[in-house]
T-cell receptor, first 118, second 113 residues
Framework: KQEVTQIPAALSVPEGENLVLNCSFTDSAIYNLQWFRQDPGKGLTSLLL?????REQTSGRLNASLDKSSGRSTLYIAASQPGDSATYLC?????????????????FGQGTILTVHP | NAGVTQTPKFQVLKTGQSMTLQCAQDMNHEYMSWYRQDPGMGLRLIHY???????DQGEVPNGYNVSRSTTEDFPLRLLSAAPSQTSVYFCASSWSASNRAQHFGDGTRLSIL
């Protein structure tokens, strides 16, 4: 069974710091890994998608890396801002078995609650 | 620029009542899915669809029905609401389940009394 773990559970940093969020998964047979942001009382916003054949993806101040063999991904946020405060979730889509488990199912970590204070 | 639209945003039901949560997307995505989000349990897949006319069960399907008569719409029906179904429900869509980003709606917050 695929399990996804995110460390740390919560992080509080001053504005301007560079920071790293960690995500690990137990089964390396994945299609892709996706990072999301969730603001309180809101839905999930897709930040970055990394295919299993890729090593990293970048969007603005965000950079996500993937080491599939070791079951790890990191989300790097450069020059953090108060507007970055949110819960960050990583999720993987496991490759379907021959028996046909839930296709396209995202398995989520519990998230990292990020607070960036001015 | 609507993306994935869910209605209603909030709903309170009594035990035993039925209702339908609506989900619509305007991106012509083939793959759509429903998740519920609960404290300590994270997000769990309820049902999914790989195209119009095709649906299948996720990991927590009991008490819920779905149908996919059009590409755009994927409603979730609660047959007889139970307090255990109190949750936040999210609909998601994607071009493909395996190699494209999945996009979520803003959710429906449902309370069952």
């Amino acid at each position: 069974k695929q399990e996804v773990t995110q460390i740390p559970a919560a992080l509080s940093v001053p504005e301007g710091e560079n920071l790293v969020l960690n995500c690990s998964f137990t089964d390396s047979a994945i299609y892709n890994l996706q990072w999301f942001r969730q603001d309180p009382g809101k839905g999930l916003t897709s930040l970055l998608l990394i295919q299993s054949s890729q090593r990293e993806q970048t969007s603005g101040r965000l950079n996500a890396s993937l080491d599939k063999s070791s079951g790890r991904s990191t989300l790097y946020i450069a020059a953090s801002q108060p507007g970055d405060s949110a819960t960050y979730l990583c999720a993987v889509v496991k490759r379907a078995n021959a028996g046909g488990t839930s296709y396209g199912k995202l398995t989520f970590g519990q998230g990292t609650i990020l607070t960036v204070h001015p | 620029n609507a993306g994935v639209t869910q209605t209603p945003k909030f709903q309170v039901l009594k035990t035993g009542q039925s209702m339908t949560l609506q989900c619509a997307q305007d991106m012509n995505h083939e793959y759509m899915s429903w998740y519920r989000q609960d404290p300590g349990m994270g997000l769990r897949l309820i049902h999914y669809s790989v195209g119009a006319g095709i649906t299948d069960q996720g990991e927590v399907p009991n008490g819920y029905n779905v149908s996919r008569s059009t590409t755009e719409d994927f409603p979730l029906r609660l047959l007889s609401a139970a307090p255990s179904q109190t949750s936040v429900y999210f609909c998601a869509s994607s071009w493909s389940a395996s190699n494209r980003a999945q996009h979520f709606g803003d959710g429906t917050r449902l309370s069952i009394l």
